[in-house]
Each structure stands twice: as structure tokens, then as C-alpha cells.
Nanobody, 114 residues
Framework: QVQFVESGGGLVQAGGSLRLSCVSS????????MGWYRQTPGNQRELVAR???????NYADSVKGRFTISRDNAKRAVYLQMNSLTPEDTGVYYC????????WGQGTQVTVSA
């Protein structure tokens, strides 16, 4: 079963930066568009950034200009560089396929203090 392992979260002050990493155990990683999702208490997971197989990124309006998604197919990894963080970015971040998500990993907690 394919697993996603997210890391890199933590506690940071507003205006700070974090870099999230996600490693996939799936051999088909290279042929799948991937996404970073964010979940906050009481809300559904939202897609904040996605990246196509060929590396083309796309962002939610709330993070555009501040977050950068990238991937390394050789490492089966996808990354999310988050700059100029605000308290509204607080949540648990997950990676998964962009389409037909697989079972979710444990995610990584990001907490931004004011």
C-alpha cells in the first residue's frame, strides 16, 4: 500500500518560513500529479498547491506568491516552501495525489503564531 510521509512542520512566528517535505513509497509517483492539502479544525481539507507530472505548479489564491511547490521524481518527493506565513496558514498539511487520493498519511502540523 502506498504511503505518504510528511515532515517539516512546526511552530513559527508570523512572517516566518517553513519547508515541508513528503516522501511517497509508491512506484507510480512519477506519473501522478501531486498536491499539498491543508486541514484546519472543523473544516474540510483544502488543496493549497498542486504540481503536474512535468512540474507545472498551481496555487490557491490564499497562498499564491508565498508558497512554492516542487517535486523530485527520483526521490519520490514533493516539497512545499512556505514564506511570509500568517496565522491563517495554521493547520495540518498533507500530501497526496491530485486526483483519486490514496489513503492519507499523518500529515505535519504547522502552527503560526501572531
Amino acid at each position: 500500500q502506498v504511503q505518504f510521509v510528511e515532515s517539516g512542520g512546526g511552530l513559527v512566528q508570523a512572517g516566518g518560513s517553513l519547508r515541508l517535505s513528503c516522501v511517497s513509497s509508491g512506484s507510480t509517483f512519477v506519473i501522478n500529479a501531486m498536491g499539498w492539502y491543508r486541514q484546519t479544525p472543523g473544516n474540510q481539507r483544502e488543496l493549497v498547491a498542486r504540481i503536474s507530472v512535468d512540474g507545472s505548479p498551481n496555487y490557491a489564491d490564499s497562498v499564491k506568491g508565498r508558497f512554492t511547490i516542487s517535486r523530485d521524481n527520483a526521490k519520490r518527493a514533493v516539497y512545499l516552501q512556505m514564506n511570509s506565513l500568517t496565522p491563517e496558514d495554521t493547520g495540518v498539511y498533507y500530501c497526496n495525489k491530485r486526483f483519486e487520493p490514496l489513503p492519507w498519511g499523518q500529515g505535519t502540523q504547522v502552527t503560526v503564531s501572531a
